[in-house]
């Protein structure tokens, strides 16, 4: 196997620092670059200390920082762009920030890619679509937004829409260019906090021996996927040179996620259950605005060209993860 000199944007994040792992122990020469906003060290203490493994505390809009992620690699071979501004909260808090990191960011690494002829990623979102209408969540599907004088959630969605414009046209200008929407991603090292995702806030929720509170009615459903089987669909998307189906790959969008459709209500009762924290008060409160009614992917395409499917269930999962958390 060919060692890949691999630079992957947002490498101490959740997403980040799985792939990270998974990219130094296949062999791959890998360095991360991450400005430690949302990130943190410790999510790379298994491989801070890798010869094949270099950290960078950097903006990814920083030419120069990038340009340094080169020099330590000796040359450049793939970028994964995963370095956002994500988090519910943030979307509707720092509207600016977030459209400036997602889209500056994403046209900066871009170009470094174009320099280089190097293969690109783009980690994109099921937000890309807005507000999506058509179920499930299908490549070509109208991706639509509502009107920005009511909420700022799409800060994040058209931003991440943007990104796949500018992805798209680098494809049409020859570089190597594939887009991963990963659904609902969680697993050990997911934040908690209020800026966190909701699968670890409840688990937090239930740690602090705190009531799990539901957004709206509860009944918005979401397709949840183990970090795992996540990092294994953006590993196959950037490393394999053509589909196993014998297809060109760049240009394509694959939507990685579980098709296990469950609501957020049922997502709080199969937490408690796998806790055992029977007695933990659920509440329900108003929530953000523009929060999606539903989100389900099609992942044909993903099964027929990358060979991927999600394989944990949700109940297994969370299982796993509850279990990690009590074991720290």
């Not at 340009?67 to 071979?77: P, R, T």
């Not at 908690?192 to 670890?200: L, P």
Request: glycine residues 10%; charged residues 20%; contains cysteine.
């Amino acid at each position: 196997m060919k060692q890949l000199r691999i630079l992957v944007t947002g490498g101490a994040g959740f997403l980040g620092s799985s792939l990270c792992e998974s990219l130094v122990d296949s062999g791959h020469q890998v360095v991360a670059l991450d400005s430690l906003f949302r990130g943190s060290l410790d999510n790379l203490e298994d491989i801070l200390n890798s010869d094949n493994f270099r950290f960078i505390e950097a903006d990814v809009r920083d030419i120069e920082s990038l340009d340094q992620s080169v020099e330590l690699l000796g040359g450049l071979d793939i970028v994964f762009h995963l370095a956002a501004i994500n988090g519910t909260k943030w979307f509707h808090e720092a509207a600016h920030s977030v459209i400036d990191v997602n889209i500056n960011g994403t046209l900066r690494t871009l170009e470094l890619a174009m320099a280089h002829d190097a293969r690109y990623v783009l980690a994109s979102s099921p937000e890309a679509f807005g507000d999506a209408e058509q179920q499930p969540i299908k490549d070509g599907n109208m991706m639509q937004f509502s009107n920005p004088a009511e909420h700022q959630r799409h800060s994040y969605g058209a931003s991440k829409y943007l990104d796949e414009v500018a992805c798209q046209h680098a494809s049409r200008e020859g570089l190597d260019v594939r887009i991963i929407r990963p659904f609902n991603a969680y697993g050990p090292r997911l934040a908690g906090d209020e800026y966190g995702q909701v699968v670890s806030i409840f688990f937090q929720n239930l740690a602090d021996e705190k009531p799990i509170n539901i957004h709206g009615d509860g009944s918005q459903t979401r397709s949840f996927t183990w970090i795992d089987d996540v990092t294994q669909g953006f590993v196959k998307a950037g490393l394999l040179d053509s589909g196993i189906d014998g297809s060109e790959l760049s240009g394509l969008a694959f939507n990685i996620g579980s098709i296990e459709e469950v609501t957020i209500s049922q997502l709080a009762k199969e937490i408690i259950n796998v806790s055992g924290a029977d007695d933990t008060e659920i509440i329900t409160s108003t929530g953000y605005y523009g929060d999606s009614k539903r989100r389900l992917p099609d992942v044909e395409l993903s099964n027929k060209v990358l060979g991927w499917q999600s394989t944990v269930s949700l109940q297994e999962g969370l299982k796993q993860m509850w279990n990690l958390q009590m074991d720290e």
